[in-house]
């Protein structure tokens, strides 16, 4: 069964940055297109951002295009997600998830994500 640990997430002031790290287990993780997802209280789950099977393919919520960038390391089997410029309307839980896609495909309906972390949180003061 395939498990997603995220961490990374923490209290940080407008302006700073974080990098997030999701950890896969349990499988083939070149099988799955990766995504990140957040969501803060009250609200729906969003999209963030997601990255194909082998990397060359990336997508992006427009309210974090240009500040966010997510990445991945087959080697290691992990998943990234840097953020810079942070707002304080980024605070959320941010979840790692994973999508059984076609080479080269990106999703960033959350309908389509098979597996899921627990979240980490993320705090951002103004």
């Known amino acids: 069964q395939v498990q997603l640990v995220e961490s990374g997430g923490g209290l940080v002031q407008a302006g700073d940055s974080l990098k997030l790290s999701c950890i896969f287990s349990?499988?083939?993780?070149?099988?799955?297109?990766m995504g990140w997802f957040r969501q803060a209280p009250g609200r729906e789950r969003e999209f963030v951002a997601s990255?194909?099977?082998?990397?060359?393919?990336?997508s992006y919520a427009d309210v974090v295009k240009g500040r966010f960038t997510i990445s991945r390391d087959n080697t290691k089997k992990m998943v990234f997600l840097q953020m810079n410029s942070l707002k304080p309307e980024d605070t959320a839980v941010y979840y790692c998830a994973a999508d059984s896609a076609v080479w080269g495909q990106v999703e960033t309906s959350r309908r389509q994500y098979d597996f899921w972390g627990q979240g980490t949180q993320v705090t951002v003061s103004s």
């Open positions: 990255i194909s099977r082998g990397g060359g393919t990336t």
């Open positions: 349990g499988g083939t993780f070149t099988n799955y297109a």
